[in-house]
Structure formats: structure tokens, C-alpha cells
């Protein structure tokens, strides 16, 4: 999709996404980063935080257009955010949430307002449904061969197409998706066997290579490092 001055990108918890410059113009940019267990501490039985992401479909894209004057709020509350995280003054921590909260109530509140007919995606088709075949399979054996006879083309030119557009191989993308994957059941507490399994992987041993080389750590470390993270 292209992007332009106000538009705002909700990406999922563990989705892949690429930014791709078509212009030599500057431009700037906010990118803010927040845990799926940190919205829901945050949360209330009222106040979904997280909803606007959860309601996200193939039909109710990922882009938000701010008006001029939700552009200003929402860049001096960022503003506002990153000053607190840098500092150590008295109830910086509660701004932090306050500002959060601030942000990701506003989202919401855009979110369901949008005209979800308003932006197209300019994705191919063959590779977008390539990428949801592999989303709604990913725990399968995926194949050249197999991509080719559930659409129709050479297995090498929807590899090709598929690298064109996103920039990453083929399976290197499936091998990355599967330890993303892995890496969220391990947070939520599977053991690494199970996760191995539950992410597509059939043998442990490369799972834990495969998952080593990714992260530079062990499905086991990975998972002490998140839960110490957590305490």
C-alpha cells in the first residue's frame, strides 16, 4: 500500500511487514512498539486496548489517514511518551502509561470510524494469497511443488514474484514466520517441544538450530530471557 502524510499502520504482534522508499523525499516517521501483555495490563473489562488490532481482516486493512489535527495530538503525545521513557524523574513511569494509554485510545477511536473502503492494496494477488496460504498453513509441509498446483503457476515464478515483492526467499519468509511463531507460544508458556510442533516444525533438533540461528538463543533461553522480562 502506498503511504503518504497522515497515515498511521497498525501491524499485529509477530506480523511481517516492509517499508519500501519509491521517493527521495524526506519524510518522518513514528514508529512505537508495544507488547500484546503490556495492552492488556493496561486494559480494563470496559476497554479493549488491543481491539483495533484483534478486529484487523483481510477487508479492514492495516492503514489509518489522521486528519491535521489528530496528526498534531498524536505526534505531541509521542512526543510526550519518548521524553518520559528517557526519563527518571518523580511518575515518569505513570506518564508513560497515561501517555500510552492516550495513544491507543485515540487508535481505537480512528479505527472504527475508518472508511474501509477508502485505501486499496496494491499487493499483487498471487503473492497476497501466496501469503495467506501460508498463514492458514504454516504448520504443513509448503512446497514449490504444492504452491504451483493450488494456483496454478510454476513453483519458481511465484518464488520469484513472491522475493520481487516482499524482499525475503520464499521459504526463507516460511522459516521466519515459523519461528515467529515459536516464539510466541514459547511466551505464553508452551514448552519448546510443543512449540516446535505447534509452529510447523517436525524435528526438534532443527527446530532448535533453525530457531538458535534467528534469535541467537536456545528455545530454552529465549523462553528464561522472556519470563525474566515479565518479572
Same mark, same amino acid.
Given at each position: 500500500?502506498h503511504l503518504?502524510y497522515?497515515n498511521?499502520?497498525?501491524?499485529?504482534?509477530y506480523?511481517?511487514h516492509r517499508?519500501e522508499?519509491?521517493?527521495?523525499s524526506s519524510y518522518?516517521?513514528?514508529v512505537?512498539n508495544?507488547k500484546?501483555?503490556?495492552?492488556?495490563v493496561l486494559?480494563?473489562e470496559?476497554?479493549?486496548?488491543?481491539?483495533?488490532f484483534?478486529k484487523?481482516?483481510?477487508n479492514?486493512?492495516h492503514?489509518?489517514?489522521?486528519n491535521?489535527?489528530q496528526i498534531?495530538?498524536?505526534?505531541?503525545?509521542?512526543q510526550r511518551?519518548?521524553?518520559?521513557?528517557?526519563s527518571?524523574?518523580?511518575?515518569?513511569?505513570?506518564l508513560?502509561?497515561?501517555?500510552?494509554?492516550?495513544?491507543?485510545?485515540m487508535?481505537n477511536?480512528?479505527?472504527?470510524?475508518?472508511d474501509n473502503n477508502?485505501i486499496?492494496?496494491?499487493?499483487?494477488?498471487?503473492?497476497?494469497n501466496?501469503?495467506a496460504?501460508?498463514?492458514?498453513?504454516i504448520t504443513?509441509?509448503?512446497?514449490l511443488?504444492?504452491?504451483s498446483?493450488v494456483?496454478?503457476h510454476?513453483?519458481t515464478y511465484?518464488?520469484r =514474484?513472491?522475493?520481487k515483492?516482499?524482499?525475503?526467499?520464499?521459504?526463507?519468509?516460511?522459516?521466519?514466520k515459523?519461528?515467529?511463531l515459536?516464539?510466541?507460544?514459547?511466551c505464553?508458556? =508452551?514448552s519448546?517441544n510443543?512449540? =516446535?510442533?505447534l509452529?510447523?516444525f517436525?524435528d526438534?533438533?532443527?527446530f532448535?538450530?533453525?530457531?538458535s540461528?534467528?534469535?541467537?538463543?536456545s528455545?530454552r533461553?529465549?523462553q528464561s530471557?522472556?519470563?525474566?522480562n515479565?518479572v
Amino acid at each position: 500500500m502506498h503511504l503518504e502524510y497522515g497515515n498511521l499502520v497498525l501491524i499485529k504482534p509477530y506480523d511481517f511487514h516492509r517499508r519500501e522508499i519509491v521517493s527521495g523525499s524526506s519524510y518522518e516517521r513514528i514508529v512505537i512498539n508495544i507488547k500484546d501483555s503490556y495492552i492488556d495490563v493496561l486494559s480494563s473489562e470496559e476497554t479493549d486496548l488491543s481491539a483495533c488490532f484483534h478486529k484487523m481482516t483481510e477487508n479492514n486493512n492495516h492503514l489509518l489517514k489522521l486528519n491535521e489535527q489528530q496528526i498534531v495530538e498524536f505526534t505531541l503525545t509521542a512526543q510526550r511518551l519518548s521524553q518520559e521513557l528517557e526519563s527518571c524523574e518523580y511518575g515518569s513511569g505513570m506518564l508513560v502509561d497515561a501517555y500510552i494509554k492516550q495513544i491507543l485510545i485515540m487508535v481505537n477511536r480512528i479505527f472504527e470510524k475508518k472508511d474501509n473502503n477508502s485505501i486499496n492494496n496494491i499487493m499483487p494477488s498471487l503473492v497476497s494469497n501466496t501469503i495467506a496460504y501460508i498463514e492458514e498453513n504454516i504448520t504443513e509441509e509448503i512446497t514449490l511443488d504444492l504452491l504451483s498446483d493450488v494456483f496454478h503457476h510454476n513453483g519458481t515464478y511465484i518464488s520469484r =514474484c513472491f522475493k520481487k515483492i516482499t524482499g525475503i526467499p520464499l521459504q526463507q519468509y516460511i522459516i521466519q514466520k515459523r519461528v515467529t511463531l515459536a516464539k510466541k507460544y514459547l511466551c505464553e508458556g =508452551c514448552s519448546p517441544n510443543k512449540a =516446535c510442533f505447534l509452529s510447523g516444525f517436525n524435528d526438534y533438533s532443527n527446530f532448535s538450530r533453525t530457531f538458535s540461528k534467528h534469535t541467537g538463543f536456545s528455545p530454552r533461553e529465549f523462553q528464561s530471557q522472556n519470563m525474566l522480562n515479565q518479572v
